[in-house]
């Protein structure tokens, strides 16, 4: 079975631009979830979809957005890009039981 | 956002040896926990998980213990070996939130 698979796997981008990352989960899997990860605050939730709807939300600023596809596929958005934006972007795709299973991530660095 | 520490602890062992990898979780109500192994530049990787209605499970080379009363998980590693070398974290999940909170994670350094 393919893993959870992540696009682009490194981006660059300029202050003010805005991006969207790519996710598709494990099959069978209907629940996406999305990380940011950096040195200093580590790991940290973004939001969660499942069927198309999101669930949870992290405690970011609304210029990160995300949506979910029919087929489970998801994307995230971060729009007006800020130099602390720069990340590892996870998405991990979740069974039925729970257990989670993490992509390779996106590479974002922003200039 | 939510995440504990900026700090990373680091443990260093000898190949060969036990390793012992610690977690304060931080919800009571938490029932699933996961534990996952971290390369340099790869994704965290899954490597056990227990429910809150266990105390012990068992994997190949790896136990995961849970301590409700303290609010307390641990990872052994028996016979640690150089690829074991990672940054090991720990994940816990409260029940009907659909998101999993991640502790700071564990530098784990094996020396020849």
């Known amino acids: 079975k393919a893993g959870v698979t992540q696009t682009p796997r490194y981006l660059i981008k300029t202050r003010g631009q805005q991006v969207t990352l790519s996710c598709s989960p494990i099959s069978g899997h209907r629940s996406v979830s999305w990380y940011q990860q950096t040195p200093g605050q580590g790991l940290q939730f973004l939001f969660e979809y499942f069927s198309e709807t999101q669930r949870n939300k992290g405690n970011f600023p609304g210029r990160f957005s995300g949506r979910q596809f029919s087929n489970s596929r998801s994307e995230m958005n971060v729009s007006t890009l800020e130099l602390g934006d720069s990340a590892l972007y996870l998405c991990?795709?979740?069974?039925?039981?729970?257990?989670?299973?993490f992509g390779p991530g996106t590479r974002l660095t922003v200039t | 956002g939510e995440s504990v520490g900026l700090h990373l602890p680091t443990l260093s062992v000898q190949e060969g040896d036990n390793s012992i990898i610690n977690c304060a979780y931080s919800n009571s109500a938490s029932d699933y926990f996961i534990w996952y192994k971290q390369e340099s530049g790869k994704g965290p990787q899954f490597i056990i998980d227990i429910r809150s209605n266990m105390d012990k499970r068992q994997g190949q080379r790896v136990t995961v213990l849970l301590n409700k009363t303290v609010k307390h998980l641990s990872l052994q590693i028996a016979a640690t070996q150089p690829g074991d070398s990672a940054v090991y974290f720990c994940a816990e999940t409260p029940p009907g939130t659909y998101k999993y909170i991640f502790g700071t994670g564990t530098r784990l350094k094996v020396l020849a």
């Open positions: 991990a795709s979740t069974s039925g039981a729970g257990e989670q299973y």
